[in-house]
């Protein structure tokens, strides 16, 4: 079976490294710069509960030489989907798997408002491009609750978790689903098949849209954006504001924020990817971590002034950093 990993950072990495393990898979990369030759020359290299795994990996910088995939996973940062998703037509055929592993709401998420609206969200969406580019058919949604870092180009480092949730992208089950969470628990995942993907795609979102954008803002990790009680309540009241909005998208929040805080709490002093991108000088993620959300509550007409207050400060902090150019 013929896999490829488009985005080979932390958690791309991390699934291309450990689907690499079984013999029955050919996993390749589309990568570019010294990720590519760092692919090329080493393979795919993970370090795991005190293990390093090195696997064979064929890495391309375009789909052309890699050809058509059984499964691809997208596992990109959101600034680089208008360059590349134009870009993966020969990866995909008729039956191909195309799964969403990224931070956030995903391109496809609010589709079947935007074809009764005839009208994108222009955060995650810009101009309904992304539609045009993948087959929607093709997409299965998933969703990862695991922390990893890429310490080197293709060398990536397991922090903590290993949960995964896959699903289709209109609910319900599906043996081709299954056939994907089977893979990923053969291969060391704990991996489970969701009948409601777009509520747990939802869910995640709704526990790290307050610490990832203020621990960009700050520098602060985790622990320390939880400690100060001021920060703590304002999280509180973006939390609660996001809850409204799922609630009218058909995504129910079934649990408070000061449930959700002592969760995370329990993660320790960790780094949220956007801290890491902004450390690292690469663009953030904040449209499909927060400005989707803003314009989701645009488009409903409901006061989110929480929301609104976050997102501005974090596109003001980004741009003035150069890290968000919209």
Not at 130 to 141: D, T
Not at 257 to 268: A, F, V
Not at 297 to 323: D, Y
């Amino acid at each position: 079976m013929k896999v490829c990993i488009v985005g080979v950072g932390a958690i791309g990495g991390f699934i291309g490294a450990r689907l690499a393990t079984n013999s029955h898979f050919t996993v390749h990369a589309l990568a570019r710069g010294e990720s590519l030759r760092a692919l090329n020359e080493h393979g795919w290299r993970l370090e795991q509960d005190g293990e390093i795994i090195q696997r064979p990996c064929v890495a391309a910088e375009s789909a052309v030489d890699l050809g058509l995939q059984d499964i691809v996973f997208i596992a990109l940062k959101t600034p680089a989907l208008v360059q590349v998703l134009p870009t993966l037509a020969p990866l995909i055929g008729e039956n191909t798997l195309i799964v969403s592993a990224m931070n956030g709401i995903p391109w496809w998420f609010f589709r079947d408002i935007e074809e009764q609206s005839n009208l994108p969200f222009q955060s995650v969406n810009p101009k309904g491009a992304h539609h045009l580019a993948v087959p929607y058919k093709n997409i299965i949604g998933l969703v990862v609750h695991a922390a990893a870092t890429r310490t080197k180009p293709g060398f990536i480092q397991h922090k903590a978790g290993n949960r995964l949730l896959i699903g289709e992208p209109e609910g319900g089950t599906s043996v081709r689903a299954q056939m994907l969470a089977d893979m990923l628990t053969e291969v060391g995942f704990d991996c489970n098949h969701s009948e409601n993907i777009r509520s747990e795609i939802w869910f995640k979102l709704w526990g790290n849209m307050t610490t990832n954008p203020i621990s960009a803002i700050t520098g602060a990790t985790a622990d320390k954006i939880l400690q100060d009680p001021l920060v703590r309540k304002y999280c509180s009241a973006v939390m609660n504001e996001a809850a409204i909005l799922g609630e009218q998208i058909g995504c129910q929040i079934n649990e408070d924020p000061e449930s959700r805080h002592e969760g995370t709490e329990k993660l320790g002093a960790f780094k949220t990817s956007m801290l890491q991108d902004v450390e690292n000088g690469r663009a953030i993620e904040l449209d499909s971590i927060l400005g989707i959300v803003y314009e989701l509550a645009q488009r409903l007409e409901i006061s989110t002034p929480n929301i609104e207050s976050l997102f501005g400060l974090t596109r003001l902090f980004a741009k003035t950093k150069g890290l968000y150019d919209q």
